[in-house]
């Protein structure tokens, strides 16, 4: 599981509450912000900057992360546990488990085992 220690920022004191579909709810609360991972944070960051301009991923206080903070998130991210079951394995996104078979020879070699079981 990957940590949730960062929030973006549209700009100066204000972040990131919510996004539904192409509504954006925003807050000037850090700790009111959506709170999400590195890859999260920095793809919303990304797809907004489009519309809004400036964009940051910051931490949990507000502040825009340094490269030595992203450094850190990034060896820090753990891989999504591997499915136990059948059940387990057909309850992921098939986008997130063909992404998941190519970049993860553990998830891969799980699912084979898995099918194998069938």
Not at 6 to 26: A, C, M
Request: with cysteine; aromatic share 8%.
């Amino acid at each position: 599981m990957t940590k949730k220690l960062f929030i973006v920022q549209l700009s100066e004191g204000r972040y990131v509450r919510d996004v539904d579909h192409r509504t954006v709810s925003t807050t000037d609360i850090p700790s009111a912000a959506v709170q999400l991972d590195y890859l999260k944070a920095n793809d919303l960051a990304q797809r907004l900057r489009k519309n809004w301009g400036h964009t940051a991923v910051c931490d949990l206080l507000g502040f825009p992360i340094t490269h030595e903070a992203i450094k850190a998130a990034l060896s820090a991210t753990e891989p999504d546990p591997l499915p136990e079951t059948l059940e387990e394995l057909a309850q992921i996104r098939f986008s997130v488990h063909r992404q998941r078979l190519y970049k993860e020879p553990a998830y891969a070699e799980r699912v084979r085992e898995l099918e194998s079981t069938y």
